[in-house]
């Protein structure tokens, strides 16, 4: 990923590590996920939730930089955050 104005430095190095939280009803697929965001050094992923409504609360905590989340969950899914 660049950043807009041409430097060609990466957001990463500007901004430092770049927080993800995870956001999926599927255990195998948050596992995935985890392991191919952390697999970038420059992303980290702060947590990982199983619901929308679990999300939420962890969000407003957290505030991470970037939320992954599934649009179709049971509940408070993508759509409805």
Do not use: K, N
Not at 40 to 66: C, F, I, K, M, Q
């Amino acid at each position: 990923m660049m950043v807009s104005g041409g430097r060609g430095a990466s957001f990463a190095a500007v901004a430092g590590v770049v927080s993800v939280m995870v956001v999926d009803d599927h255990p195998a697929l948050r596992a995935g996920l985890r392991s191919l965001i952390e697999s970038d050094t420059g992303l980290r992923v702060v947590r990982d939730l199983e619901s929308g409504e679990a999300a939420y609360g962890e969000y407003r905590t957290l505030r991470p930089d970037v939320v992954v989340m599934d649009l179709s969950m049971d509940g408070f899914g993508g759509i409805e955050a």
